[in-house]
């Protein structure tokens, strides 16, 4: 599949684009209407009128930023229109809703005149907290923010400009630190007079950059005093009085390269002139001036960075703006000032100087990060940033006069910041960078299936897992090649396999005493079965695990796996669990696929196994044994049935964290937790297990359906090697997902089990699990 399919796909998909408004308060009843809108909203409506501050209070306002672009310079595609840019704007807001919790209008301006672009948003100042300028060209950009600062009474900032020029300077300043050099005396060159190229020297002679020391080029040569051709006022400010005249002759001796201009900008031989210790970033997008291959080949004592991500030191906005509004929003700032700027420089680079959490590190497969010549700039992932860059820029701008709702107590504030990051995204994301680190191969039986071979395409691009396709060659191949799929995929066609007949014996052998003989294991796996084929490749030891049933009923994929796979012998049985994927965290929900009246001992089972599976995704387990009652209020046969299996997990794993019986909103509900002071359970529980099937099946499929998780699952539990089942409306993300479980699981697999399992009864040898 092409990049450029699989981007119009991603935008397309479902609601179209990639934005959406969401009411943050009920509407469900007459009365919620009555509050909503008329007569209720009077009332904000007028004390609004009364005191113009309580619009932060009653309205939206406070966390709402505009991003505003006319489309003359959008990313590296040029003048594309503003039309054209709103896709761009709508992935800004993304980013800052994903970064740093902050709500987005996107605004495209039919205009290339900036008198439009400043009026249209200076009408539009009581809708916003603040406003973010976005792929505007220079130089109208310049006075279009100047103008937009000098009369409006909240943060302006376009991001273009000065997000570059903070990054670039967080990483210059631990560069210099590095090589022993001060900022006061390094020479330094600038080459790219856009918005960037000015912001980042303005920002350098902040910061103590000597101006004579400062020069800067564009595609005309060397900015120099009496210039006249391609000048600007802006420009203008920045020409020094110098003989150069190109970017040559102002690089020999330089000690600093900063680079927004083009591709190949730079060449060896420059790099070659420059002083000792030499500090290159090279920011063009998507190619940079000079890559860090050819910088090396001509001197080791380079220190490089660039705007790209498969290159150490990437200089990315995204360390800056989404935390740089937080900060600014949340004193209610009426500007974004130069100290606030400097404030987020020095925050971005303190943070790369500490040690680098192993969450960061896993984030790219496990590379260790440590303060030095390619780690001079935190990671665009690194979750500390939000809460250092956001109270960093709050500081400054209470101790710079223009925070007009101070932070009284900054410690709570950070801790409140950290409840902004949602922990389901970011846990399953921790799932994906776990597999990354050491993909495993996992078969699809279904190879043929279309979202089957999407997602096999995203595994295989981002690193995750090693994707073996079963089906007819040619029918696989041709779905490929409608899909614009160049990659070279592993398939695997049983009827012209050389595994297949080693397979069909094997299988023999597991099931002659079952019914079957040669010749129908031969066809079973030639023609009858993919699932068979399936679970054979994991058996055998080609394959690490099994991901099906996109196209078959969930029995049909089940049953091959018992046959073939089996269970882990120590088990009564196997069992099932979904991992329900809410905005503000993650539940594990068992058994809701399998055991339909499990005994004590199977639901004691179906516990020790969903924590041991929680505690392989990194998540510390805490249990809650589901019922109709609580502690005891109701002595009924099944309540009684629950309590004996939790005396059984305590007895097999007393370090476990579970109590119940208890019933579902108790388990979930601090508040109501907290009245029974002699529970077990630190807090809310994050794996329920259910008493029966009909309990736990109902359930995630109601919440999946109605509150609006997205179920993964379900995760098979108690197997000798990881086999887990699709369903048939999962899309290519929950797939992808899916796999990245299976290779965790491969990863962790072991022969013995981590409590003591006792077998109580057989198992059956295909149990009738749930649709």
């Given at each position: ?14 609601r ?15 009365l919620?209407l009555?509050l ?15 005191s113009?501050?309580?619009?932060y209070?009653?309205?939206a306002?406070g966390?709402?930023v ?12 040029g003048n ?5 840019g709103?896709?761009?704007?709508e992935g800004k ?16 301006v039919?205009?290339?005149d900036p008198?439009d672009?400043?009026k249209?948003?200076q ?8 406003i973010?300028?976005e792929?505007?060209k ?5 006075y279009i923010?100047e103008?937009l600062k ?12 000065h997000g570059?020029?903070?990054i ?7 560069a210099?630190?590095?090589?022993g ?7 330094i060159v ?12 303005n920002l350098?002679l902040?910061?103590?950059?000597k101006p004579?020391n400062?020069?800067m ?8 005093k ?7 006022p802006y420009?203008?400010r920045?020409a020094i009085?110098?003989?150069?005249r ?6 020999r001796?330089?000690?600093?390269f900063?680079?927004?201009s083009?591709?190949?900008?730079v060449?060896?031989q420059?790099?070659?002139?420059m002083?000792?210790?030499p500090i290159?970033?090279?920011?063009a ?19 490089m ?13 995204v360390?800056?703006?989404p935390f ?5 929003l949340?004193?209610r700032a009426s500007?974004i000032n ?11 680079a ?9 969450s960061?590190?896993r984030a ?7 303060f030095?010549?390619?780690?001079i ?7 500390r940033?939000?809460l ?8 400054a701008?209470?101790?710079s006069?223009v925070?007009?709702v ?14 902004l990051?949602?922990?389901a995204?970011e ?5 994906i ?7 495993k191969k996992i078969?699809?039986p ?8 999407k997602a096999?395409y995203?595994?295989?691009e981002e690193g995750i ?10 029918k696989?191949?041709?779905k490929?090649?409608?899909?614009g ?12 396999s050389e ?5 069909a ?14 010749t ?10 993919r ?6 490749m994991?058996h055998m030891?080609d394959a690490d ?7 078959t009923?969930?029995?049909?994929t089940i ?12 088990l009564t ?8 994927v809410?905005?503000?965290?993650i ?6 696929t399998v ?8 639901l004691?089972?179906?516990?020790l ?6 505690q ?11 019922s109709?009652a ?8 099944l309540t009684?049935?629950?309590k004996r ?8 794993a007393?370090?476990l964290?579970i109590?119940?019986?208890?019933q579902?909103?108790?388990?979930v509900?601090?508040?109501l ?14 794996i329920?297990?259910?008493p029966d ?6 359930s995630?499929k109601?919440l ?5 998780a997205?179920a ?14 699709l369903q ?7 797939i992808?997902n899916?796999?990245?479980i299976?290779v965790v699981?491969?990863?962790?697999m072991q ?8 077998r109580t ?7 009738s699990?749930?649709?």
């Amino acid at each position: 599949m092409t990049k450029k399919i699989d981007a119009l796909e991603y935008h397309a998909a479902g609601r179209k684009g990639k934005i959406e408004v969401i009411s943050s308060k009920p509407c469900l009843t007459s009365l919620d209407l009555s509050l909503a809108y008329t007569p209720g909203v009077a009332e904000p409506c007028l004390a609004i009128e009364r005191s113009p501050s309580d619009a932060y209070l009653y309205t939206a306002k406070g966390n709402l930023v505009a991003v505003v672009s006319n489309g003359t310079a959008v990313l590296g595609l040029g003048n594309i229109g503003a039309l054209a840019g709103k896709p761009v704007m709508e992935g800004k807001g993304v980013l800052f809703k994903r970064f740093a919790d902050v709500d987005v209008f996107d605004l495209e301006v039919k205009s290339e005149d900036p008198d439009d672009v400043i009026k249209v948003v200076q009408l539009l100042e009581p809708t916003f907290g603040g406003i973010n300028l976005e792929d505007i060209k220079a130089p109208e950009c310049f006075y279009i923010e100047e103008e937009l600062k000098r009369t409006m009474n909240i943060p302006v900032f376009h991001d273009d400009q000065h997000g570059t020029a903070i990054i670039c300077s967080a990483a210059l300043i631990n560069a210099l630190h590095l090589v022993g050099k001060q900022i006061e005396k390094v020479r330094i060159v600038v080459n790219g007079a856009g918005a960037a190229g000015v912001a980042c020297a303005n920002l350098v002679l902040s910061l103590g950059a000597k101006p004579e020391n400062l020069c800067m080029c564009d595609t005309k040569g060397v900015i120099y005093k009496g210039r006249t051709e391609g000048m600007n006022p802006y420009k203008e400010r920045l020409a020094i009085d110098t003989g150069w005249r190109t970017l040559e002759e102002a690089m020999r001796g330089a000690d600093v390269f900063i680079g927004v201009s083009a591709k190949g900008a730079v060449t060896p031989q420059m790099v070659r002139e420059m002083a000792k210790d030499p500090i290159i970033m090279a920011m063009a997008n998507p190619d940079p001036e000079i890559t860090p291959e050819e910088a090396l080949s001509v001197r080791s004592d380079v220190i490089m960075a660039t705007g790209r991500s498969d290159y150490p030191n990437q200089v990315n906005n995204v360390l800056g703006f989404p935390f740089i509004f937080r900060g600014a929003l949340d004193v209610r700032a009426s500007t974004i000032n130069e100290e606030m700027k400097k404030a987020a420089v020095f925050a971005l680079a303190q943070l790369a100087q500490e040690e680098c959490p192993d969450s960061v590190s896993r984030a790219y497969g496990n590379q260790s990060f440590s303060f030095g010549r390619n780690y001079i700039i935190p990671k665009p992932f690194d979750p500390r940033a939000l809460l250092r860059v956001a109270p960093a820029v709050a500081k400054a701008a209470m101790d710079s006069g223009v925070a007009r709702v101070p932070i009284e107590d900054m410690d709570r504030y950070v801790e409140w910041l950290e409840t902004l990051q949602g922990r389901a995204k970011e846990t399953m994301r921790a799932i994906i960078n776990k597999a990354k680190c050491d993909p495993k191969k996992i078969v699809f039986p279904e190879g043929d299936n279309e979202k089957i071979l999407k997602a096999a395409y995203h595994l295989v691009e981002e690193g995750i897992a090693k994707p073996i396709l079963i089906g007819n060659r040619a029918k696989v191949q041709e779905k490929m090649a409608e899909l614009g799929m160049e990659l070279n995929l592993t398939i695997v066609d049983p009827e012209d396999s050389e595994l297949t007949e080693a397979y069909a014996q094997e299988l023999y052998r597991m099931r002659q005493r079952k019914g079957i003989t040669l010749t129908e294991a031969q066809r079973i796996v030639r023609r009858k079965s993919r699932n068979h084929f399936g679970a054979m490749m994991v058996h055998m030891g080609d394959a690490d695990a099994l991901l099906g049933g996109i196209d078959t009923h969930y029995p049909d994929t089940i049953r091959p796996a018992l046959e073939v796979i089996g269970r882990q012998p120590q088990l009564t049985g196997v069992h099932g669990m979904y991992m329900m994927v809410f905005k503000k965290g993650i539940y594990f929900m068992a058994d809701t696929t399998v055991e339909i009246e499990p005994t004590a001992e199977e639901l004691a089972e179906t516990a020790l196994l969903a924590a041991e599976k929680v505690q392989l995704l990194d998540i510390v387990p805490r249990i809650a044994m589901l019922s109709f009652a609580n502690f005891g209020s109701v002595n009924h046969a099944l309540t009684q049935k629950v309590k004996r299996a939790v005396e059984i997990v305590k007895e097999r794993a007393p370090e476990l964290e579970i109590d119940g019986e208890m019933q579902a909103d108790t388990a979930v509900t601090p508040e109501l937790l907290a009245n029974y002071t002699f529970s077990t359970l630190t807090g809310p529980a994050n794996i329920l297990i259910f008493p029966d099937l009909n309990s736990g099946n109902i359930s995630y499929k109601l919440l999946h359906r109605l509150g609006g998780a997205e179920a993964i699952g379900p995760l098979l539990m108690g197997m000798k090697k990881p086999v887990h089942v699709l369903q048939r409306g999962d899309d290519v993300a929950t797939i992808v997902n899916m796999a990245a479980i299976a290779v965790v699981d491969a990863q962790s697999m072991q022969e013995e089990l981590r409590w003591d399992f006792s077998r109580t009864a057989p198992a059956l040898d295909a149990p009738s699990p749930a649709p």
